[in-house]
């Protein structure tokens, strides 16, 4: 098991910005995501890593917003939100994998998940 941290959560208005952070604890390398879920909507996919090069995948809700990052050693992503808008207004889970086969979206590959932080976004 790969115990996840989330940080950077909290609340803003309509466009400001926030950063959040995951970390994986311990040794290995992953493949990193970052999925939300408002109340009453089912969970859905944000950005993630979609091979072990560095390429990112977006969703079209916040292509041109959004953009994460990882370290080198692969076991932590930050989520860089920019332009908030109050749909943004979710809890946001970071995700890790083993391997890369897999689609980016596919919340089913992911081994391991985050507690989730608070994204609040006011108007």
């Known amino acids: 098991q790969v115990p996840l941290v989330e940080s950077g959560g909290g609340s803003v208005q309509a466009g400001d910005s926030l950063r959040l952070s995951c970390v994986a604890s311990?040794?290995?390398?992953?493949?990193m995501a970052w999925f939300r879920q408002a109340p009453g909507k089912e969970r859905e996919f944000v950005a993630g890593f979609r091979s072990r090069a560095g390429s990112t995948t977006y969703s079209e809700s916040v292509q041109g917003r959004f953009t994460i990052s990882r370290d080198n050693g692969q076991n932590s992503a930050d989520l860089q939100m920019n332009s908030l808008k109050p749909e943004d207004t979710a809890v946001y889970y970071c995700?890790?994998?083993?391997?890369?086969?897999?689609?980016?979206?596919?919340?089913?590959?992911?081994?391991?998940w985050g507690q989730g932080t608070q994204v609040t976004v006011s108007s």
């Open positions: 311990g040794g290995g390398t992953f493949g």
């Open positions: 995700a890790a994998r083993s391997t890369y086969y897999n689609m980016v979206y596919d919340e089913q590959s992911y081994d391991y």
